[in-house]
């Protein structure tokens, strides 16, 4: 079996992994990802600005940059006080910058659930939900920070949404 090799070498590769993951084509991506996976498997070190990268990235950039624009989006938003509403679930099922402005009014008035999607079929809510939960929307990352729900409402799901922890 013969191994193959990349296109590129090590040194576009590291270039390659310092650029912002969207700014990417489906093959460097896939590039990067063996490489990482060969320099763990032959315990070679990873570069450091790669490294330093990979841990920034699954941190959101400061969004409270603007606490101007968080209050006008906060003042869009429905608002629930601190306590989920009445009818407000928690499902089971499974399911990039979307949501930047929810997020930042959110992290803003911590503590409070806010509507953030309306109007979604509940398979469509799950997977809302879930993407918030996990970090998936780059608003929400890093995983954790946001706990989510879901709330019927006139026969269509909301996704409700509540900043939970991390730095501000």
Known sequence: MTRQTSKYTDGELAELATLDETDLTPGEKVALKRWHTRLIRENRPIPDAV???KRSATQVADVSVSPEQALQTAQELVWYGEQWPQGAELPLAAGGGKYVREARA???????????????????????????????????KPRGTYAARLLREDGSYSVLVKYVGGAK
Do not use: Y
């Open 106 to 140: 959110l992290r803003e008035f911590a503590g409070r659930v806010a509507r953030i999607d309306k109007g979604l079929t509940r398979s469509q809510a799950i997977k809302v939900r879930l993407r918030v939960v996990k970090g998936e929307f780059v608003a929400f």
């Open 51 to 53: 490294e330093d990268d």
